[in-house]
Structures are given as structure tokens and as C-alpha cells.
């Protein structure tokens, strides 16, 4: 298990919290929370969880 890895990927995930407008609570929390997962994917620390691309069956998912 890399730590190291996995605290640079909550990092990410988190920060983009901080620094997320969400109108204050009215930005629907799946939306806030993909927007939190992309950075991670940006910053390429993608965990082996994630849906591929294209997977879903909705926007939403994947």
C-alpha cells in the first residue's frame, strides 16, 4: 500500500472542496463531488475504483 499515493489523492479530492463554490449548499452534492473526483483523475492519481470512460448508463455515472 503507497501511502503516499493515496494522501496526495485525498488531498486532491478534499482541496477541491476548499476552493469549490457551491452557492451555498444549493450545487447538487454529486456534482461537487465529481468535480472533486476529476482533479483527482486530472492529476492523474486515478484509484483503481473508478468507472472507465463511457461506462454508465447516465451523466452521472461514471
Sequence with gaps: MDLKW???SLIHHEMTYVF?????G???A???D???DYTVLKA????AG???PGSGDR???G
Design 59 to 61: 451523466w452521472d455515472q
Design 6 to 8: 493515496i494522501f496526495t
Design 26 to 28: 444549493k450545487t447538487p
Design 34 to 36: 465529481g468535480i472533486a
Design 44 to 47: 492523474n492519481y486515478n484509484p
Design 20 to 24: 469549490h463554490w457551491n452557492d451555498e
Design 30 to 32: 454529486p456534482l461537487v
Design 50 to 52: 473508478f468507472n472507465k
